[in-house]
């Protein structure tokens, strides 16, 4: 499949297989070293020495040149290749062929960069973003939805069926409080909707008497068994209330565009009462002073299954629903993306899981991918001035009015129209918010700075988006000059022929990130290949214009196409992490 044609991949098989053939009695050695960009050939193999060491603890002695001579004797046939060398110290030099990259280049031109249907596309299911309802969707659900999404869009680009899934917390004991002080304020919810736009006050109200009126506590408690019980009213009142904050939650995401399937906590009620009954049939669970917990031999904490007043945790509902996800959705992948302090739950439901017979890791896959917290610029945690968390809608507001205060500062608002300058604005605030979360090492604290995030210089998203415009026009100033695609991409120049180097790595940069989930590999990659642009657009004419009218006199088409390609590859990468493009700003 050209359009996830992976170089490094095929090079390190091909590699690995020669070494087999050169020397059958070796070991499995691994994957052999294969690296790109060296300044003496296209891509390199550096397996000699290591080859070397392991021939020698057999009581074989011989040069690290004459172990690369022999490998690249057994190098089968590969049409990448062009020509391979051996120097130095047994470095292996491979040159891929030009006319085999202009061919894949070809074909994505022709057919963009869309990947074959997988012939075993795995069931992946994806578990992100996760706010509380009532509760503040903060900074944390913030990075969860952004990195989620873009996990998502890379497993869908493969071509892998991947079920976004919202396990928003719907269900927990704050529903009691919550309930109680509905039914005391609003006793006509059932038919006249209560004014409870405000759910953190509303929810700051309800902590406030449960924490100081014994007979509000006592109340708030009974609604929660009631609601548990499914009792009708009790049932309406907490869905007015889910609704609430589903419509902010909603909001927030269409703003950024991610879609989600919510599936809370409440879904997984009946299936949590089987899932106990069937572990406490089983055994797994032991009495802890009332509770019920559950242990593996394996993990150094024990999951609470049962409270001591019957009620189910947050335990309780991950079991329920990993084992729906399993059973029902027939996943093979579950990727979970929560802050790191989740950690060490989810390791212990893992181990969990494997030690009850819920999940067997040889069949399906669970994944943990955590990540730091958000700092504020004085280093610590998140805040507000005032302490208090910070609003995402707000924070998506104040992204908007600096990108406008940036557009306007260089006086973009005389050149767009109005039109153009709100989905710059947008593009640039969401984009810059997003990116600067997925270019850093998800496991890392991330520090929030609007003005870090849009600067245009530097590995932001503005400076991405600005190459992209940029390439953009200079397709669109053609105008009336017609480009044969028949023409021959053009891979002669030194510069052309790095670019067509750099573009050809995005498959091997979405395979890392199956493996390791970290972003920033694309975010790297992106800012390579806008580099590697400018660096070619300044070394290599494009476009010939008369000096004295401007008009365009020549047209370098077969560079022009490589324009095309570039802009293909920058389009695809940023819409992978989430961003929206757009043709001016
Ligand atoms: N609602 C939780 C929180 O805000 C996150 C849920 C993550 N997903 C899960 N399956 N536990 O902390």
């Known amino acids: 499949d050209h359009a996830l044609i992976n170089l490094h991949s095929i090079l390190t098989s091909l590699f690995s297989n020669a070494i087999k053939k050169a020397y059958p009695t070796l070991e499995d050695i691994g994957q052999p070293a294969v690296s790109a960009g060296s300044k003496f050939a296209d891509y390199q193999c550096n397996a000699s020495m290591q080859i070397c060491k392991l021939l020698k603890a057999k009581g074989e002695n011989v040069s690290p040149n004459a172990v690369a001579k022999k490998v690249v004797e057994c190098l089968g046939q590969c049409d990448i290749i062009e020509k391979v060398d051996v120097s130095g110290p047994g470095f292996i030099n491979i040159w891929l062929s030009r006319n085999k990259l202009k061919e894949i280049l070809k074909y994505i031109l022709e057919n963009k960069l869309k990947p074959k249907p997988l012939t075993n596309p795995q069931r992946v299911i994806i578990d992100f973003s996760a706010p509380n309802v009532a509760k503040e969707m903060h900074v944390g659900h913030l990075r969860s939805t952004i990195i989620g999404d873009s996990l998502s869009r890379v497993f869908e680009f493969i071509g892998h069926d991947v079920l976004r899934i919202n396990h928003i917390g719907d269900w927990g004991t704050q529903f009691g409080m919550l309930i109680a002080l509905l039914q005391d304020k609003f006793p006509d919810y059932k038919t006249v909707s209560p004014p409870i736009k405000d759910l953190q006050k509303f929810y700051k109200q309800s902590k406030v008497l449960f924490d100081s009126d014994p007979e509000f506590k006592k109340r708030a408690y009974e609604c929660v068994v009631k609601l548990q019980s499914m009792s009708p009213d009790h049932v309406q009142a907490w869905k007015l209330i889910c609704d609430v904050s589903r419509e902010e939650f909603q909001k927030i995401y269409k703003r950024l565009n991610v879609s989600i399937v919510e599936r809370g906590e409440s879904f997984y009620q009946s299936r949590m009462e089987n899932v106990v009954k ?308």
């Open 278 to 585: 069937e572990l406490e049939n089983k055994g797994f669970l032991e009495n802890d002073d009332g509770r019920k917990i559950m242990w593996s031999p394996e993990s150094s904490l024990p999951l609470t299954i049962v409270k001591s007043d019957g009620g189910f945790t947050y335990d309780t509902s991950d079991v329920a629903a990993l084992k729906q996800r399993i059973e029902e959705e027939k996943a093979d992948r579950i990727i979970y993306v929560v802050d790191s302090g989740q950690s060490v739950h989810f390791e212990t439901l893992k181990k969990c899981a494997i030690h009850c017979g819920i999940l067997d890791p040889s069949k399906v896959l669970m994944d943990f991918v955590g990540f730091g917290v958000v700092l504020g610029e004085d280093k610590k945690k998140f805040k507000t001035r005032s302490g208090d968390t910070v609003r995402l809608a707000s924070l998506l507001d104040e992204g908007v009015k600096r990108a406008r205060d940036k557009l306007v500062e260089k006086g973009r608002d005389k050149v767009l129209t109005d039109e153009e300058l709100e989905l710059a604005e947008t593009a640039i605030a969401y984009g810059c918010i997003k990116y600067a979360d997925l270019c850093h090492n998800r496991s890392h604290d991330y520090l929030f700075s609007f003005d870090k995030m849009l600067e245009d210089k530097g590995n932001t998203a503005v400076y991405l988006l600005y190459a992209l415009t940029r390439i953009r026009s200079i397709i669109n100033n053609l105008g009336t000059y017609t480009q044969d695609l028949n023409e021959s991409i053009s891979l002669d120049h030194e510069k052309e022929w790095k670019l067509a180097k750099t573009l050809l790595r995005f498959s091997e940069v979405l395979s890392k990130i199956t493996e390791d989930f970290c972003l920033h590999h694309l975010c790297e990659y992106l800012y390579d290949v806008a580099t590697t642009f400018n660096e070619f657009y300044d070394n290599c004419y494009c476009i010939e214009k008369n000096s004295q009218t401007g008009e365009i006199e020549k047209v370098y088409t077969g560079r022009i196409l490589l324009c095309k390609i570039t802009e293909e590859y920058m389009s695809t990468g940023l819409t992978l992490l989430g961003i929206n493009t757009v043709s001016r700003m």
